[in-house]
């Protein structure tokens, strides 16, 4: 049984930073892709991020390209979204997921989910 937890949300001013992490237990880790989703209230999930697990390929929406980065800690079976110059439209619920094969930005591919945290920028 796989199992998603992100952890490292909350509430920053605009400029501010934040780090996010995700711990998949029962996971190899060493295939397949992490991602970051987010979704804001009334809006649909959205792509924000992936890494590819076997390569470390890297892959960003516009939205945060140059302002977040993914990294990862293979000996904690951790991957981080490190969150800079946020904005207020940066706020949102996010989302960590593990992709066993399938398209990285496409959210339905995703086989695991975590319980998401809350982002919140104000202004």
């Known amino acids: 049984q796989v199992q998603v937890v992100e952890s490292g949300g909350g509430l920053v001013q605009a400029g501010g930073s934040l780090r996010l992490s995700c711990v998949a237990s029962?996971?190899?880790?060493?295939?397949?892709?992490v991602g970051w989703f987010r979704q804001a209230p009334g809006k649909d999930r959205e792509f924000v991020a992936a890494v590819d697990k076997v390569d470390r390929s890297q892959y960003y929406s516009d939205s945060v390209k140059g302002r977040f980065t993914i990294s990862g800690d293979s000996a904690l079976n951790t991957e981080y979204l490190q969150m800079n110059s946020l904005k207020p439209e940066d706020t949102a619920v996010y989302y960590c997921?593990?992709?066993?094969?399938?398209?990285?930005?496409?959210?339905?591919?995703?086989?695991?989910w975590g319980q998401g945290t809350q982002v919140t920028v104000s202004s």
């Open positions: 997921a593990v992709l066993r094969s399938g398209r990285l930005r496409l959210a339905n591919d995703y086989r695991y």
């Open positions: 029962g996971h190899p880790f060493t295939s397949g892709a």
